[in-house]
T-cell receptor, first 114, second 113 residues
Framework: NAGVTQTPKFRVLKTGQSMTLLCAQD?????MYWYRQDPGMGLRLIHY???????AKGEVPDGYNVSRLKKQNFLLGLESAAPSQTSVYFC?????????????FGQGTRLTVV | KQEVTQIPAALSVPEGENLVLNCSFT??????LQWFRQDPGKGLTSLLL?????REQTSGRLNASLDKSSGRSTLYIAASQPGDSATYLC????????????FGQGTILTVHP
């Protein structure tokens, strides 16, 4: 039972390079999210999706784009990486059930932009 | 805007002690509250989920309580062990949030033998 899987786990980018982070979930969840975690800042929501083909902005969306072409996958793109995007990125998914939503997280992607 | 605060930021206790971690939130119109554990360099593991209509949830040595009216939750850990050492995160979901969570900054717990 894989749950939420993120690839890659580690990456070093040069300023201006682009990359895509992949999140895959095998729990048939409707909702998916991308968060970033920075020291002293906690986790902050970048973008989220409430279903296949939908995306919406979170708290800190600038510099990122996302796509949800398949229900099980949620991609996070950095078109031109900046040092301020050095962070640990977490993907999460959650289900819809009456009065309950519970989030499940991946293991994270540690990104360094130099 | 919802704000979540966790106190203390760090806690060091000897093995065997019972301890309480605190979480407070500014907007009481929450949908649920979730406690997570994070080990260094790892992802988040869900410990307990409390729905807004519930007062507490228990799992093994862990008990989480929720008081919506006062904007507070506590995580009680009984008979702490060195393996409990980790960062504990509190997160709240709003009423119309599509499962989006607002996180506290966490409490770093160290249990020494």
């Amino acid at each position: 039972n894989a749950g939420v899987t993120q690839t890659p786990k580690f990456r070093v980018l040069k300023t201006g390079q682009s990359m895509t982070l992949l999140c895959a979930q095998d729990m048939n969840h409707e909702y998916m999210y991308w968060y970033r975690q920075d020291p002293g800042m906690g986790l902050r929501l970048i973008h989220y999706s409430v279903g296949e083909g939908t995306t919406a902005k979170g708290e800190v969306p600038d510099g990122y784009n996302v796509s949800r072409l398949k229900k099980q996958n949620f991609l996070l793109g950095l078109e031109s990486a900046a040092p301020s995007q050095t962070s640990v990125y977490f993907c999460a998914s959650s289900y819809i059930r009456t009065a309950i939503t519970e989030a499940f997280f991946g293991q994270g992607t540690r990104l360094t932009v130099v | 805007k919802q704000e979540v605060t966790q106190i203390p930021a760090a806690l060091s206790v000897p093995e065997g002690e019972n301890l309480v971690l605190n979480c407070s939130f500014t907007d009481s119109a929450i949908y649920n509250l979730q406690w997570f554990r994070q080990d260094p360099g790892k992802g988040l593991t869900s410990l307990l989920l409390i729905q807004s209509s519930q007062r507490e949830q228990t799992s093994g040595r862990l008990n989480a309580s929720l008081d919506k009216s006062s904007g507070r939750s506590t995580l009680y850990i009984a008979a702490s062990q060195p393996g409990d050492s980790a960062t504990y995160l509190c997160a709240v979901g709003g009423g119309t949030s599509y499962g989006k969570l607002t996180f506290g900054q966490g409490t770093i717990l160290t249990v020494h033998p």
